[in-house]
C-alpha cells in the first residue's frame, strides 16, 4: 500500500547550518506529495507541496522537488534558524482516493 | 480565514467513559479526518468521512466509532476510553486531493 518513510530524528543543528530531512514514498501512479510542519503545541500545517514528477515546492527558505525516479521528496533549508524548530511531516495523497499517509515526523531543533 | 475547531484542547478521562471528540470546520470541506499523533508513530488515520453520514475506517479505527451529520462537523466517539487511547488527536478537513487543514488538537488524557 502507500506509505511515507522519513529520516528519523531529533535533529539539533546551530543556526545558519544546512538542513536536509530525507523523505521516501511508495505508491502507484502519481501521488501528490506534501511537507507539514508541527510548531510547539500547535496543530500541523502545510510547509509547501508538489503535485507532479520534478516540481519543486518552496516556502519559508524550504525547498523540496519530487523525484520521481528515486521516489523521494527530500526537505531541505540552505540556513536555519532558531524559529524553525518544529516538528516536520512527510505525507501525500494517492492520484486516486482522498486519503493522505503521513511519515513519523523529524523533531528539529536549532539552537543560537 | 479558514479554520479547523477542535471543541477542547486538554481532556481528562477515566476509563469505560464515554468520550466525545468534536470537530467543526467553517471551509464547506467535503473531506475530514480524525488521527492520532503519538511519540515515534507519527500520525495515523482512525476515520474519515468523504461526505456527510458517509465514513471510512482508517488505519485503527478500533474502539472508536464517528459521527457526521451535519457538512461542517465531525466527531469521533470513545466508546469505553482505555488507558492506551491517550493521545493527542487531531482533526483536519480538505477538498479532494488539496492540502489538508488541522486542528489544533485534543490532548486527551484516559485515567
Known amino acids: 500500500g502507500d506509505s511515507v518513510t522519513q529520516m528519523e530524528g531529533p535533529v539539533t543543528l546551530s543556526e545558519e547550518a544546512c538542513l536536509t530531512i530525507n523523505c521516501t514514498y511508495t505508491a502507484t501512479g502519481y501521488p501528490s506529495l506534501f511537507w507539514y510542519v508541527q510548531y510547539p503545541g500547535e496543530g500541523l500545517q502545510l510547509l509547501l507541496k508538489a503535485t507532479k514528477a520534478d516540481d519543486k515546492g518552496s516556502n519559508k527558505g524550504f525547498e523540496a522537488t519530487y523525484r520521481k525516479e528515486t521516489t523521494s521528496f527530500h526537505l531541505e533549508k540552505g540556513s536555519v534558524q532558531v524559529s524553525d524548530s518544529a516538528v516536520y511531516f512527510c505525507a501525500l495523497t494517492p492520484n486516486t482516493g482522498n486519503q493522505f499517509y503521513f511519515g513519523t515526523g523529524t523533531s528539529l531543533t536549532v539552537i543560537p | 480565514d479558514v479554520k479547523v475547531t477542535q471543541s477542547s484542547r486538554y481532556l481528562v478521562k477515566r476509563t469505560g467513559e464515554k468520550v466525545f471528540l468534536e470537530c467543526v470546520q467553517d471551509m464547506d470541506h467535503e473531506n475530514m479526518f480524525w488521527y492520532r499523533q503519538d511519540p515515534g508513530l507519527g500520525l495515523r488515520l482512525i476515520y474519515f468521512s468523504y461526505d456527510v453520514k458517509m465514513k471510512e475506517k482508517g488505519d485503527i479505527p478500533e474502539g472508536y466509532s464517528v459521527s457526521r451529520e451535519k457538512k461542517e462537523r465531525f466527531s469521533l466517539i470513545l466508546e469505553s476510553a482505555s488507558t492506551n487511547q491517550t493521545s493527542m488527536y487531531l482533526c483536519?478537513?480538505?477538498?479532494?486531493?488539496?492540502?489538508?487543514?488541522f486542528g489544533s488538537g485534543t490532548q486527551l488524557s484516559v485515567l
Open positions: 483536519a478537513s480538505s477538498e479532494r486531493r488539496e492540502k489538508l487543514f
